[in-house]
């Protein structure tokens, strides 16, 4: 009765299509969800007239549709297909657990954006680094093919950069209720966790924080209830770090952007798309300047590396051809060529191991069925704003039993990240030329200085979607129906006439807004996970709607016909994901910050973060850029 009722239920999803249901359920419960297993049964025994009336149901039908629309059969329908090239790998030195030497000068904990730019600074300074990584290195091929096992999807399906999809849960506070979360699933809060973090799989803007950036709290006041504060350094302080950053991985664009000095780059930016010519014309109608994006992505060969093939796969998957510059194609093949940095692969830091006088020693590693402490003289953290203050306060010994550096209760606090802005819009006519990256123009004009409004953000179009995102993007927006015959037409006719404008806004954030650990809920390996609890604050859901207002704005006077904004709802959470930020922000007073402006923890002068943690505030824009010049700062500095 249950397979005729699938039968059924793919039929309604997808009418008429030679779609395996079954085979692509089992997959999914065998291997990637098995805790789906009783959701699932229940949605089909609801029977397919009752199923978009159910939550289940109608869960099932969107997950059967993305299935879909994830194969080939209906890339085929939708007119998308990607651009096929034989993937590029680079090589990297992966040393095996036995043979990790007792003592190193510096372990970094983390190898993404903070960890891998830090990571070269030390090597090159003569220091014997070790470089822990809790994820693996994936190939390629199998980081650029999937639609729905990828750190963008919203499938809830676990993807390869997921850090052991069912052995790592946390604990996610929303709507007042503690709910255990996977890493695929809503509240987890996750990034890549793999060699190069992040900035294997990401859209890779490059942009910098502006000077109204680092004095939000004196530019608007601090709004009841929230964290909102000025930084303890200055643009000015950070700016020859953007450069160097800028050189060192390689940004191509171009453009002005109104609200720092002009900034020369060394690669001119990607022609620019047809989609992005008809927002430039209307942008100019409107009176709105604009700029190209600025993207950690070769438009031209660079140090090496290739130019930019403008394949419709750049978000969320590894570039073939290794255009998208990530630390894992710069900084730790630099780091390994001194001979002196070490990189181990799926191996978790599970605390900072301190002496008799709470100093920090030595780093303790776990992995499957081995553990072992290295003795180290530094050691670098750059975890991200979520495990990084978990570290910390699993690190707790009787100097501190709150959490290394917590004696005022500050680890943890004031997690951010980048509630998104933005709307959706339909056209007459095809927009999508699947020319990637997709991402091209973006106007600036509203980062700061609007009216009643705390800060503000960029907005840009969007990168290509798959046809899977696409699925989701209209039917989320009410802009087409989610199954039955209508709904595969709607899809046939408007997948190529969609467009997308986004941005993120700067968030203000509050005290409420942490990470905690929960001895009650343990990983793998049996440490406390992650507590995550908080929600936006009222100014950061004002800031949204003006923004997305002001995108619907722009593809109105594109040509759009049909528009739907991004919408916040209703459910109470704090703000994580991809560009967390913030949960260990630096400052001049220990009683309010966690590290001093060199990214040191306050009582601890050889630990020092450079991930995002220290953010004080996130800007209205991909924070990435401004990890890599902090890094780069702060490493620097403790070499001397």
Request: proline share 7%.
């Amino acid at each position: 009765m249950l397979s005729e009722n699938l039968a059924r239920v793919a039929e309604f999803a997808v009418p008429g299509e030679d779609f395996d249901a079954g085979a692509f359920l089992e997959q999914v419960l065998t291997v990637d969800r098995p805790d789906w297993r009783p959701r699932v049964s229940r949605a089909l025994e609801l029977g397919p007239d009752a199923v978009l009336h159910d939550p289940d149901g109608a869960w099932l039908v969107r997950l059967i549709a993305q299935g879909f629309y994830a194969s080939s059969r209906g890339w085929a329908m939708v007119g998308w297909e990607p651009r096929r090239t034989e993937p590029f790998e680079t090589p990297l030195t992966i040393t095996p657990r036995s043979e990790l030497a007792d003592t190193y000068d510096c372990v970094v904990i983390g190898s993404g954006a903070g960890g891998g730019a830090a990571a070269q600074v030390l090597a090159e300074s003569g220091r014997s680094v070790l470089v822990v990584e809790t994820g693996s290195y994936p190939t390629t091929e199998s980081l650029s093919r999937d639609h729905l096992r990828n750190p963008r999807s919203s499938s809830g399906l676990p993807a390869p950069t997921d850090p052991d999809p069912h052995g790592r849960p946390r604990v996610a506070i929303i709507d007042d209720e503690p709910r255990r979360v996977l890493p695929p699933d809503n509240g987890w809060g996750n990034n890549a966790f793999t060699v190069g973090g992040g900035t294997r799989v990401y859209g890779a803007q490059a942009w910098r924080f502006v000077p109204h950036d680092f004095t939000m709290a004196t530019t608007y006041g601090v709004p009841d209830g929230s964290g909102l504060a000025d930084w303890p350094i200055t643009y000015d302080d950070l700016e020859p770090y953007y450069s160097l950053a800028e050189q060192r991985f390689g940004v191509s664009g171009g453009g002005v952007d109104p609200w720092h000095p002009p900034r020369s780059l060394p690669m001119p930016p990607l022609p620019r798309t047809a989609t992005a010519e008809r927002l430039a014309a209307a942008a100019e109608r409107l009176g709105w300047g604009t700029l190209d994006v600025p993207l950690l992505i070769n438009s031209v060969d660079y140090q090496g590396r290739s130019g930019c093939m403008r394949c419709a796969q750049c978000v969320g998957f590894a570039c073939p051809v290794e255009a998208k510059a990530g630390t894992h194609n710069t900084a730790l093949p630099g780091a390994l060529a001194t001979g002196l940095c070490t990189l181990v692969t799926e191996t978790t830091a599970e605390r900072l191991v301190t002496d008799s006088t709470g100093r920090v020693t030595g780093v303790s590693l776990v992995a499957d069925g081995w553990r072992r402490t290295v003795q180290c003289a530094e050691v670098v953290i750059a975890a991200g704003a979520t495990e990084t203050p978990r570290l910390l306060l699993n690190s707790a010994h009787d100097g501190e039993p709150a959490g290394l550096g917590n004696n005022q209760d500050q680890v943890g606090r004031y997690l951010q990240a980048h509630v998104y802005a933005g709307a959706v819009g339909l056209f007459e006519d095809e927009v999508v030329d699947l020319v990637g990256p997709g991402v091209s123009i973006a106007t600036c004009d509203f980062r700061h200085g609007n009216e009643g409004i705390v800060g503000g953000g960029m907005l840009a179009n969007e990168f290509v979607p798959t046809p899977a995102a696409t699925y989701d993007y209209l039917t989320s927006a009410g802009l087409i129906p989610a199954a039955g015959v209508a709904g595969k037409q709607a899809m046939q006719q408007e997948a190529r006439r969609m467009m997308r404008v986004v941005g993120p806004i700067q968030e203000v954030t509050s005290a409420e807004s942490r990470v905690r650990v929960d001895p009650g809920v343990v990983d793998r390996f049996g440490n406390p996970v992650a507590v995550i609890s908080g929600s936006i604050h009222p100014e950061d859901a004002r800031a949204q709607e003006y923004m997305s207002s002001k995108a619907r704005e722009w593809l109105v006077e594109a040509g759009a016909t049909r528009t739907a904004l991004n919408g916040l709802g209703t459910t109470r959470q704090a703000s994580v994901g991809q560009h967390q930020a913030g949960s260990c922000r630096m400052g001049d007073d220990p009683a309010r910050s966690v590290t001093d402006p060199y990214g040191r923890i306050w009582g601890h002068d050889n630990v020092r973060i450079v991930d995002a943690s220290v953010h004080v505030t996130n800007g209205g824009v991909n924070p990435v850029l401004t990890v890599l010049a902090s890094a780069l700062r702060i490493s620097h500095h403790l070499v001397g």
